[in-house]
């Protein structure tokens, strides 16, 4: 309950088309209400009135009954069509809403809290647990509340022509609405709870297998992953089944129910015409009212398993929602730099309490300006000075200085206001070649996108393709070399062009002779930059001022 306590309040700021959809919803069921039980006092009342002397049928009254028959059956489609447009306007804000929360809060997790998590299960979360979270207002919120209002509402009418009748009324509805929503949620929470979780692992096998399809084929491992997915299909069947048989015996349940309360509502209702002090007509009333009233209750049995659906998401959302940053942000704004020098004294750093030290008393200064290369086996801690520089993760001893200010006065987004990464890694989005480049600076004119790729040295082959800048460039880059990628991220560089200029193994994968190209297009981007060079392989160091030699944290020369 806390979590869908948590969940409304995220809903704050659409609470008035929240209760405007609301609203229409109780108008809709309370004139289909009015609607049944007038029309049948009408028919009732119209035959009752045929029955008895001509001078009697001239003292009924027609038109008015008529002419609110027709009100009411208006009044139910307006409601109806205004409570579809409110509530799914509701419904696609919140759903907005949601996904820029989540992703504002996963943001400054990335990159080290999100470590622990599979790529996979990030992506169902972010995906299918919204979702299943939106399912909240329209499914539960709007049904609940709109069955507590009419149904207070309906049995206060009853209660004018007959007490019993109500009291009928009012405990087959709680019966219907709230004792068989009860049990077949309680029976059917555990079979939510795992269909909500073997759907995400089975979503996560999926991305697995898609993303080392090759790797798979390769070592003839791919049976053993069908085998995985193939088991848990077979729960997952196996839970949806149990839902399956949860709901169907809560609809027969329901279905009993209304038909025992219309048979109380008769026999309760008939007891006072029989002893004159209820009109005839008056049965007929209560009897479709009846009917009527259990359209406030229909969606609920429904409401009460995607409840258990809806808190389960919220859990594993909110999880990772509290999941504290490795970096706590700074309490006041991020000061700005006094030069552009970097020094770390006696520095140590580990990713966990457990881990070893990745750097241990590691000390560096960098003036501005100055082009310093790091060199170091695999696990020397090249990774993790990039991490501590970019305030991916804290530091737990020593200082360090930036700019001339404690290095935790800055977030990782003050930062990249002031450094430009190249790596191995540099991502390209399955997008244009121009929306790619616009990551770095979002405002750059088509001239100045031409200017970074004349400096990267791919306008040529830019402009040798049909689209020219708006070539896609396929999932991860995959439409181009892995030359053209780097030079790709280089363009970028150009484009942001900051006072930092960070290279993290940026001719990784290369062959010799496009590694050669990409050293000699990267340096004339080098000039004027404090430049931080990490690599393990020789070539590139020469366009260093000063080269440092890391082992096991610490520079070894």
Known sequence: MRELIRLHRLFKPHRGWMRGGLALACVTILANFWLMTLSGWFLAATAVTGLASYAVQNTFNFFTPAASVRFFATLRVASRYGERLATHEATFRLLADLRVWFYTVLEPLAPAALQGYRSADLLSRIVADIDTLNLFYLRVYVPLLAAAVTILAMVLFFAVFSWPAALVLAAGLLLTGLG???????????????????????????????????????YGAAPALQARAAALQAELIAAQGQMARVTGLGAAAASLATNFTLLGVVIAGGAKVAALRLAAPDLALLALGCMAAFEAVAPLPASFQYLGQIASAARRIFALADTKPAVAPPAAPAPAPQGYALALENVSLRYTPESPWALRHFTLRVPQGRRVGITGATGAGKTTLINLLLRFHEFQEGEARFGGHDLRAYGSADLAHHITVISQRSYLFHTTIRDNLLLAKADADEAALWHALEVAQLAGFVRAQADGLDTLVGEAGIKLSGGQARRVALARAVLKDTPWLVLDE???????????????????????????YITHRPAGLALMDEVHALRSGQIAA
Request: glycine share 10%; proline share 5%.
């Open 180 to 218: 068989v929503p009860s049990a077949t949620g309680l029976a059917g929470r555990r079979a939510g709870a795992e269909t909500v979780r073997l759907s995400a692992a089975l979503r996560a096998e999926y991305v697995d297998a898609v993303q080392g399809m090759g790797e798979l084929l390769t």
């Open 506 to 532: 940026p001719t990784e994968g290369l062959d010799a002779a496009t590694e050669r190209e990409f050293l000699a297009d990267l340096a004339p981007l080098l000039a004027g930059k404090t430049v931080l």
